[in-house]
């Protein structure tokens, strides 16, 4: 197997991100177990900054 450009091509189709229990959102890392969003994995607190604007995306999946 070579190092360049032909293996690259094989990295796509996997899913590294899911979506998150805490946030919602699809920015949870499956290897790391840390959410990029909230924080989720890594600290209780929820992950916020003061340049940043956070919304918490709604937890229902299409039911009512």
Same mark, same amino acid.
């Given at each position: 197997?070579?190092?360049? +450009? %032909?293996?690259?091509?094989? !990295?796509?189709? /996997?899913?590294?991100?899911?979506?998150?229990?805490?946030?919602?959102?699809?920015?949870?890392?499956?290897?790391?177990?840390?959410? +990029? %969003?909230?924080?989720?994995? !890594?600290?209780? /607190?929820?992950?916020?900054?003061?340049?940043?604007?956070?919304?918490?995306?709604?937890?229902?999946?299409?039911?009512?």
């Amino acid at each position: 197997m070579t190092k360049g +450009s %032909s293996s690259m091509g094989k !990295k796509s189709g /996997k899913d590294v991100h899911i979506r998150c229990r805490r946030c919602g959102r699809a920015s949870y890392h499956k290897i790391d177990g840390i959410c +990029s %969003s909230c924080g989720y994995g !890594k600290t209780a /607190k929820l992950r916020k900054y003061t340049w940043q604007k956070f919304e918490k995306r709604p937890n229902n999946r299409g039911g009512k």
